[in-house]
């Protein structure tokens, strides 16, 4: 059976509680170290870090057993009764009542049934004879069930806390005003009529009105407590001793923590405020100790044996005792921020933030260092991320994936602000910035702060504004000030001496692995020189900030280690040194360089302090606050479209502003803007720097009159704050007063609202031709429209049924005469007997030879045989008639996008002509022997024939493919026969064609190959999987990485510049056709969405390969040839090849759909 809380009240008062003594001052220990949920009294998440300091702070005289669970339940609901007692909840009663006529002024239903009782015929006879009436009355009433649990919860309350309260003065405890208030205050509401009005508590379940209002949801959590609060005593005294090794043991690490040379990993625990356990009893602190060298220590409850104790100041010596014993002769010092006490308001203090343990300076001259450092880390547990140490941690864990670390180098190190600005690390950034603001604020105290930051701050990144906007919360005033400006304030004097007028200072800021230059001009203004004499009238305007990496610049032991630097050769399994407070504290080892005059540089270290520097800026700026000590020159800034074309927000070195926190400075922008119509947001990339460098930043625009109807041309206006967390402000506002939009905003976003994944521009396809479009096709070189399936086709035809061999009579004679020169000639082929090879020669196409006619000519020996030159016929005979290569344009055109003779809409009679043409094919080159061109060409043009291929040329196309090193000229004749790939026979080919991929050797066959078979025929790039474009992708990449090896070496060596430069520039041109082609695998054939497996191989966020395609492909130079041609909307001044443009807007998502549209594919080019 539990003990009641009042009678061990009675017996601490009657001097016969010591167990009950020991017992509450542990929990008040307890207590102390947990943070509870104002709202649900749940335990929250704490870190070793804040529990071991936490106890620290504690000794045996404050800890006394007043701070027992009643107290944590008073302070639970303390603020909700002084809320209800001022304003308690009343309920509306309805009343009847029988009183004189002229006073009723409501009556219902039961008024009159009352009125009908009377006697009487009319409500004049039914009233005189009484001169009464029933009437209704509204009034209020406090006696509610919420009201009523309430009064009840207040008179336990009570009976407790007078117990309490006289137990106390019985011992001699002093009792905290608050405490004494709280106990007046719920006596005084007892006696109050108020009280007196309200009934008694049946008991009832919680209503409705009692969990919505937050005040009465915590007098019911309070009741439960209070009603509990006798068996929870109950379970701690059952587990008092459990409890006193706990608090043993706790105490004991708070001690060891105390020694510089201890260090406990951070963790992250989760307390249990029913049990008073910080973390599970088997659950080891694992740490660190140094005595000659760094090793591992380990402690755990189970470790732990102690002696009988009876009082809580035995608690503190057994601890002390038990560190003397492992550590003797060592003094534990108390952490600095107990020392320090309460410090006094100052007005004005500066800090340096270049280091994790900045450097700060009062306005009264006094310097310091923070004993706190600025790093905030954060470990995952079950998912979630809690903080896991705080300023004053002594050992940084970094070895894990579940722990983010963010210093304040994170913030104001441009290598580390991109990891910071990434969406996954907002929240945490955001948090380590509200915990460095409260530190500086905890240790400066002042009501103004200058914090001095590095010169390349980065306006628009989420992480500085996270923090300006921290700073400018936690302090009434606030100004930010540039390193470099702060450096030429601290050593104005020697600045005086040495400059004048017009000199451009170099200020260089040297880090261990960057240095930052800025470049600051010198100006003189009369009128601040006779104000404030102390100046000499010297005004710095800052010009230009420049970083550049560099491996070396100082002598390694005076480069100064930042906290990063700290974290990444931190490790945990070696301990070194570097663990010690002492690192931290970057004491210069460095001082101001005086250089020549002639030289115009200073020199600046990191680590040395420039705080005094903004000190004295803010003491002289006072003198003169309508003059400014120094001017900012913003860096040029300018937004792209999706066409490419700039439109410049900030010249270049122009717009020099006055930096006055909190004043918006105008900057004039001469040009208009127009909207285009049908959008639902715009978004432009801004371009940061004269050089136009990327930005990671866009300009976003969205509003609830998108999208547009009409164009609407707008002017811009632009203003810069100076020490706003966003000092750029951006606005468009229309021209016309009829617009849809009186003005609209821009948002500076770190990323993109276009979705490069699944919202990823997509090609279109080339003009697709019909059946009747054959009939009349243009060629580049001819004037006139051919019909190609009536006319041109079929004589062909006739050519290749009637072929023959012919036979040179007489091989060499003197060179004819030939009076004219005809440009339409035909190939004729022929047998030289006496040499037995094949020949070829052109002859007037008007002379038709005949087998065995004489043909005289010269013979020449060229790169592909024995060719005729000169020749003439002596006599005509028509029976025969040539082969000729302008077979080759038709059946080009005619096969294209997928036609086929078994098409409805095919002519019979050319269907029927094709396949007379196929049998004598099948004739010709199984039986005759023809010379190797001939034959060359009748393989062409069947394999233009793709699906119409008669079944015994497969085997001439797998030897092509088997041998593409031999065919190396003729890799179009697998690309024509693929088509649509709708037979087994062409999927097996376009197989082979990828398994080339694989082949460092092949895959450039195979990407020229994919790369005309890709814009033959609409359907075929849709017949390609994920996987197949994650091959190709990836071959594609590896063809780019050998094209920059090979000018690389082409560079070193001319010869092999000539020997690669032809074949790299098609293969060059190859790889971005197929890029085009293989973005069309964004959308499916139908329209609808491609799978997420497809989009993200064509993503450069998702694929590694296509970032770095999209990075290196602007890069590689080479002359590009493409069958493409191409409408493309973009900036005149941008003079990029349209094929190169395409591919990289295409694969990077930079562009819009519509900007680039293409038109044809000429593949006879």
């Not at 008073?74 to 009847?96: M, P, Q, W």
């Not at 379970?235 to 008092?240: F, P």
């Not at 003009?767 to 399936?789: G, P």
């Amino acid at each position: 059976m539990s003990v009641e809380l009042c009678t061990i009240y009675k017996q601490i008062a009657a001097g016969n509680g010591k167990e009950y003594e020991l017992l509450f001052s542990i929990v008040g220990l307890f207590s102390s170290v947990m943070e509870f949920d104002p709202v649900t009294d749940d335990p929250l998440p704490v870190t070793v870090d804040d529990v071991l300091y936490g106890l620290s702070s504690v000794n045996a005289e404050k800890c006394d057993w007043q701070n027992d669970r009643l107290q944590h339940v008073v302070c639970f609901v303390s603020t909700a009764v002084r809320n209800l007692i001022d304003l308690l909840h009343e309920k509306n009663i309805r009343e009847h009542r029988i009183t004189r006529p002229e006073q009723v002024r409501e009556v219902d239903s039961r008024s009159m049934m009352w009125l009908a009782k009377k006697p009487g015929f009319t409500v004049k006879q039914k009233i005189a004879s009484e001169q009464r009436m029933m009437g209704v009355y509204h009034t209020t009433s406090l006696d509610t069930a919420e009201n009523r649990l309430f009064k009840v919860f207040m008179q336990n309350l009570e009976d407790v806390l007078l117990e309490k309260e006289n137990a106390c003065y019985k011992c001699g405890l002093s009792i905290s005003e608050d405490f004494e208030r709280f106990v007046s205050t719920v006596h005084q509401w007892l006696k109050s009529d108020e009280a007196l009005l309200i009934g008694k508590w049946n008991n009832t379940p919680p209503n409705n009105t009692l969990l919505n209002d937050k005040n009465y949801r915590k007098i019911w959590k309070a009741h439960l407590m209070l009603r509990n609060l006798n068996d929870q005593v109950q379970y701690d005294l059952d587990h008092l001793e459990s409890l006193k090794k706990s608090a043993c043991f706790w105490l004991f690490v708070a001690k060891m923590n105390r020694y510089n040379d201890v260090r406990f990993q951070q963790r992250v625990l989760f307390p249990d405020s029913m049990s008073l356990s910080l973390m599970p009893e088997k659950t080891a602190l694992v740490g660190y100790m140094k005595t000659s060298s760094w090793g591992k220590i380990k402690y755990t409850l189970d470790d732990f044996s102690i002696p009988q104790i009876s009082e809580v100041t035995q608690l503190f010596s057994f601890a002390e005792d038990k560190c003397n014993s492992l550590l003797p002769n060592k003094a534990f010092a108390v952490p600095e921020k107990f020392v320090n006490g309460d410090v006094k308001l100052t007005e004005v203090a500066a800090v340096d933030l270049s280091t994790v343990l900045p450097s700060y300076t009062f306005g009264n001259g006094s310097k310091g260092r923070f004993s706190q450092k600025l790093v905030h880390q954060s470990q995952c547990v079950k998912d979630i991320w809690y903080p896991c140490s705080s300023a004053h941690s002594k050992l940084i864990y970094t070895k894990s994936k579940d722990y983010k670390t963010f210093s304040i180098h994170s913030i104001f190190n441009a290598k580390l602000l991109p990891d910071s600005d990434s969406d996954d690390n907002k929240s945490y950034v955001e948090k380590a910035c509200s915990s460095f603001a409260k530190t500086i604020k905890g240790e400066l105290c002042c009501g103004k702060c200058l914090y001095v930051t590095s010169d390349d701050v980065d306006d628009f990144s989420p992480s500085v504004n996270a923090f300006k906007f921290s700073m400018n919360s936690t302090f009434s005033n606030t100004e930010i000030l540039p390193r470099s400006i702060a450096i030429l304030f601290t050593k104005l004097q020697d600045i005086q001496k040495n400059f004048h007028e017009g000199d451009v200072i170099s200020v260089r800021m040297i880090y261990e692995d960057y240095e930052i230059k800025s470049k600051i001009r010198v100006n003189y203004d009369k009128e601040l020189a006779k104000e404030n004499p102390e100046t000499k009238g010297f005004v710095f305007q800052r010009l230009s900030v420049t970083r550049e990496d560099v491996k070396k610049i100082i002598p390694p032991k005076n480069v100064p280690k930042n906290m990063e630097h700290l974290l990444t050769s931190l490790d945990a399994n070696l301990l070194k040194d570097s663990f010690s407070v002492d690192e931290f504290h970057f004491e210069s080892k460095t001082s101001f360089q005086k250089i020549t005059a002639a030289k115009k540089e200073i020199v600046f270290y990191a680590d040395d302090d420039s705080s005094v520097g903004a000190v004295e800026y803010d003491c002289l700026q006072k003198i003169t606050p309508d003059i400014p000590l120094w001017l900012d020159v913003l860096p040029k800034l300018s937004m792209v479209d999706s066409t490419g074309k700039e439109y410049v927000l900030v010249e270049p070195e122009i717009v020099s502003i006055r930096p006055v926190v909190g004043r918006p400075v105008d900057i004039k922008i001469p040009w208009k803007f127009s909207f285009p119509i049908g959008k639902e947001f715009y978004e432009f990339p801004l371009a940061q720097g004269a050089n136009k460098e990327s930005s990671k930043y866009f300009a976003f625009i969205k509003d609830s009159s998108l999208p547009l109807e009409r164009e609407t041309t707008c002017r811009l206006k632009l203003t810069y704050t100076y020490g706003n967390p966003l000092p750029y402000n951006l606005e468009f506002i229309p021209i016309s007063e009829t617009a849809e939009f009186k003005s609209v905003s821009v948002k500076w976003e770190n990323k993109s609202h276009k979705d490069y994944i699944h919202d990823m521009p997509v090609p279109n396809f080339v003009r697709e031709y019909t059946w009747a479009d054959m009939r009349a096709v243009k060629k580049r070189d001819l004037e006139k429209k051919s019909n190609l399936i009536d006319e041109w086709l079929p004589k062909e035809y006739s050519k290749i049924i009637y072929s023959g061999t012919f036979t040179l009579l007489r091989t060499f004679s003197p060179k004819p005469t030939f009076s004219s020169q005809n440009d339409n000639k035909s190939a004729f082929f022929f047998h030289i007997s006496r040499l037995n090879r094949d020949a070829i020669c052109f002859i007037d196409n008007r002379q038709h030879p005949q087998v065995g006619c004489k043909v005289w000519c010269c013979l020449m020996e060229t790169r592909k045989g024995i060719q005729g030159v000169d020749p003439h016929v002596v006599g005509r005979n028509w029976n025969k008639t040539e082969f000729t290569k302008s077979l080759r344009f038709p059946a080009i055109m005619v096969w294209n996008n997928g036609r086929s003779i078994e098409d409805e809409a095919c002519p019979i009679v050319f269907r029927e002509g094709t396949k007379k043409v196929l049998e004598k094919l099948k004739n010709i080159l199984q039986e005759e022997k023809l010379p190797t061109c001939v034959a060359n060409e009748f393989m062409f043009f069947l394999s233009c024939m793709h699906k119409d291929i008669p079944d015994w040329f497969y085997p001439y196309l797998t030897n092509v493919l088997d041998n593409v090193s031999d065919y190396f000229d003729y890799p179009n004749w697998i690309a024509y026969a693929l088509g649509d790939c709708s037979t087994e026979w062409q999927n097996d080919l376009l197989e082979r064609t990828f398994s080339l991929l694989e082949d460092p050797k092949k895959a450039e066959y195979a990407i020229r190959i994919l790369a005309v078979a890709l814009w033959r025929v609409n359907s075929f790039v849709f017949n390609l999987t994920s996987y197949d474009a994650r091959v190709l992708v990836t071959a594609i990449q590896k063809q780019f990485d050998d094209l920059k090896n090979n000018q690389l070496k082409a560079a070193v060596s001319p010869k092999l510049k000539k020997q690669k430069n032809l074949n790299d520039n098609r293969l060059y041109s190859a790889c971005l056709e197929c890029l085009i082609a293989l973005c069309r695998l964004r959308k499916k054939k139908n329209g609808k969405d491609a799978d997420s497996n497809m989009l993200s191989a064509l993503s450069p966020v998702a694929n590694p390969y296509v970032k770095s395609i999209v990075e290196n492909m602007k890069s590689i130079k080479c002359e590009i040839k493409t069958f493409l041609t191409f409408d493309i909307e973009r900036s005149p001044d941008d003079h990029t090849p349209e094929l190169l443009y395409a591919a990289h807007g295409y694969l990077s998502g930079l562009i819009d759909s519509n900007a680039i549209k293409v038109l044809e594919a000429d593949f006879n080019e």
